[in-house]
C-alpha cells in the first residue's frame, strides 16, 4: 500500500510542475504581448492590424485542434 501511494505522489507532482510550466509560458508570452502593445502607436490602425494578424496567424499555426482544408 505504501508503495502505491508515494507512486500516485509522484505522478501528481509531475502532472503539477508540467502545468506549472505551460502557465509559467503563458505568462511569460501575455507579458511579452503587453510590452509590444504598448509600444504599438495608436493613432495607427495598419501597425495594430499588422499585429494582430501576426499573432493570430502564429496561434493558429501552432495549434494542432484546428483542421487543415
Known amino acids: ?3 502505491t501511494s ?4 509522484v ?7 508540467a502545468l506549472e510550466g505551460q502557465v509559467c ?8 504581448l503587453t510590452s509590444q502593445i504598448q509600444k ?7 501597425e495594430w492590424k499588422a499585429f494582430a494578424m501576426l499573432h493570430l496567424r502564429s496561434n493558429i499555426d501552432s495549434s494542432e485542434s484546428v483542421p487543415s482544408e
Open 1 to 3: 500500500m505504501q508503495s
Open 6 to 9: 508515494s507512486q500516485s505522489n
Open 11 to 17: 505522478k501528481v507532482s509531475q502532472s503539477r510542475s
Open 25 to 32: 509560458e503563458y505568462f511569460m508570452t501575455f507579458t511579452c
Open 40 to 46: 504599438l502607436d495608436p493613432s495607427s490602425p495598419g
